[in-house]
């Protein structure tokens, strides 16, 4: 993280603050001196990538709620707008985010949520964030305000650039607005744990997936597997009775959703190990699992040498989520990284925003 002083912007004037001019002025100075930027938001998840060696650029201060039709089920909010407001708003509609991001910490905000693209227990049973990203506006390496996308679900302009902002880590552009899709809270929750080991509960949730239930969380703590279950109360009740197992308390998902689960938490590294939900694990078999099973979690100060390798050849990869040992993101192919190398320099030819965040040549 850069120590350089960040660039001066207008004091925030609370809930509902526009700093897009102040913001693209700074990114114009930045870009007349070649100079790099930290796109700063609360930090939550500054364990996910790499240093920055550039002048911070404060997202805080660009906050509020620009539009929200509970109706239409679509919410637009600027980058800097804390995620507990914005789920605070939802509930009071009887709404919510269904990719569920992880909360890391507290202070988190919607830009630094789609900008790291990470979805919660959720995702393979309602989508991932990127998803339910119906547009956004962002700055690019000229300082101007560019839109993509729009507030409709049907809308597919600027359809790649938009959802490429989801888990960039602010490498391609400022984040100004997000419009996001929203859904209906589930009227019912519950929650049950069975005492299964990894590999029959893999097997368990994979047949209770290709059945019509309410399920909504799958994650195994390396000796129970806890699910929960999201709908009408009928629906839920059914689905109480068909899995048996011991009643949980739903809120305990919180923790599981923002990576406090005593077997994910503490002092050491966290590593996101995604794999195909149904493929081999190998080496990586016994570890605590979400997801049903696409997201194994990795406690430790960094991967084993050939973890990299493996998981490449098991057709997923490795991230950091918590810790400083790097690499944090696998190792691109030649032809992969040459692609995400185009798409930086089409939006940021400088490479002005966040050098060296996700890998060293973007």
């Known amino acids: 993280m850069s120590t350089k002083e960040p660039f001066p912007l207008p004091t925030s004037n609370g809930s509902d603050t526009d700093l897009t001019a102040a913001l693209a002025e700074a990114v114009r100075a930045a870009a007349s001196e070649r100079t790099p930027l930290e796109i700063r938001g ?25 539009d929200y039709d509970p109706a239409e089920l679509v919410l637009t909010a600027r980058a800097g707008t804390p995620l507990s407001e914005v789920e605070a ?10 990719f569920e991001p992880p909360r890391l910490g507290s202070g988190g905000t919607l830009g630094g949520a789609v900008a790291t693209g ?111 279950l999201s709908g009408g109360p009928a629906g839920v009740e059914a689905a109480v009775a068909r899995i048996g197992g011991e009643a949980a308390d739903p809120w305990g998902w919180d923790a599981i959703r923002d990576l406090a689960h005593p077997v994910l938490a503490g002092g050491q590294g966290l590593w996101r190990i995604s794999l ?59 032809a992969l990284l040459a692609l995400h190398r185009r798409v930086k320099t089409a939006l940021d030819p400088d490479g002005l925003f966040n050098p060296g965040r996700m890998y060293a040549e973007v």
Do not use: C
């Open 42 to 66: 609360a930090g939550t998840h500054a364990g996910m990538g790499g240093p920055v060696a550039g002048i911070p650029l404060a997202m805080t201060g660009h906050r509020g709620v620009v």
């Open 89 to 98: 708003l939802l509930a009071e509609n009887g709404q919510m985010l269904a």
């Open 118 to 228: 990470l979805s919660g227990p959720r995702r393979p049973f309602t989508g991932a964030l990127r998803d339910y990203v119906l547009g956004a506006r962002i700055l690019d390496g000229r300082g101007q305000a560019l839109r993509f996308g729009g507030t409709v679900f049907k809308n597919v302009a600027g359809f790649d650039a938009f959802r490429l902002m989801a888990g960039a880590h602010g490498t391609l552009g400022v984040l100004l607005d997000i419009s996001l899709r929203v859904v209906p809270r589930p009227a019912v929750e519950a929650a049950r744990v069975l005492d299964l080991p990894s590999g029959e509960a893999l097997r368990k949730v994979a047949d209770l997936m290709r059945r019509p239930l309410p399920l909504s969380g799958a994650f195994h703590d390396g000796r129970r597997l806890h699910l929960r």
């Open 276 to 334: 195909p939900r149904t493929g081999p694990a190998g080496d990586f078999a016994d570890l605590p699992w979400d997801q049903g099973g696409g997201v194994r979690w990795l406690a430790a100060e960094t991967p084993s040498p050939g973890a990299w390798d493996q998981a490449a050849a098991l057709g997923g990869h490795i991230e950091r989520i918590r810790g400083t040992a790097g690499p944090a993101f696998q190792p691109l192919p030649p």
